[in-house]
């Protein structure tokens, strides 16, 4: 099957400082996933924070980056420096393909709290 | 307008009595999904709709019923409450079941 882990709990960083949540993956279903960063911000839905569907390949949004990462099967979430609004829960998430379409396997979910 | 509404927002059932949870999308989505999410949990796929076609995953198969009057509107059906139904509950929808999904703030159901 397949499966997403990431930094388990909740992670504090002060405003200003860098902000790394580990991201790995594993999958039977298909050799190259597409990936995933969702969030949730208080209060609103899961957003799709950024994707990247080719191996190799970097995605961005909102200051933030993620490497696809196929020797290590990682997808490892990075910030440089952090704002107070980046405060929220991030998810890993890998899509994949079955006979009856894509379906998302989630991570547990990253609290993410900056502290100005 | 990227909305996904849920309805209701919370939700409070007995053991043993019926649960709907009702979800609506105005942007023409074909695909409409929905996910179980408990505390220290990942975000678990129950099942979704492809237009008019209904996909359950295996393992809940039995658990979870749904239906789509329309392309708008999909629900999620629970004949049967039990504590262990207790969870948040997110639709999404997408353009087809290779792109972005959209999320709604989810529906918290309490069984007592």
């Known amino acids: 099957g397949d499966s997403v882990t990431q930094t388990e709990g909740q992670v504090t960083v002060s405003e200003s400082k860098s902000l790394i949540i580990n991201c790995t993956y594993s999958?039977?279903?298909?050799?190259?996933?597409?990936l995933f960063w969702y969030v949730r911000y208080p209060g609103e839905g899961l957003q799709l924070l950024l994707k990247v569907i080719t191996a190799g390949q970097k995605g961005s949004s909102r200051g933030f980056e993620a490497t696809y990462n196929k020797e290590t099967t990682s997808f490892h979430l990075q910030k440089a420096s952090v704002q107070e609004s980046d405060s929220a829960v991030y998810y890993c998430a890998l899509g994949s393909t079955n006979s009856a379409g894509n379906k998302l396997t989630f991570g547990i979910g990253t609290r993410v709290l900056v502290r100005p | 307008d990227t909305t996904v509404k849920q309805n209701p927002r919370y939700k409070l059932a007995r053991v043993g009595k019926p649960v709907n949870l009702i979800c609506s999308q105005t942007?023409?989505?074909?695909?409409m999904y929905w996910y179980q999410k408990k505390p220290n949990q990942a975000p678990k796929l129950l099942l979704f709709y492809y237009d008019k076609i209904l996909n359950r995953e295996a393992d809940t198969f039995e658990k979870f019923q749904s239906s789509r009057p329309n392309n708008s509107f999909c629900s999620l059906y629970i004949g049967s409450a039990g504590l262990e139904y207790s969870a948040m509950y997110l639709c999404?929808?997408?353009?087809?079941?290779?792109?972005?999904?959209?999320f709604g703030p989810g529906t918290r159901l309490t069984v007592l």
């Open positions: 942007m023409n989505h074909d695909t």
């Open positions: 999958t039977t279903s298909i050799a190259y996933p597409n």
């Open positions: 999404a929808s997408s353009r087809g079941t290779f792109y972005e999904q959209y």
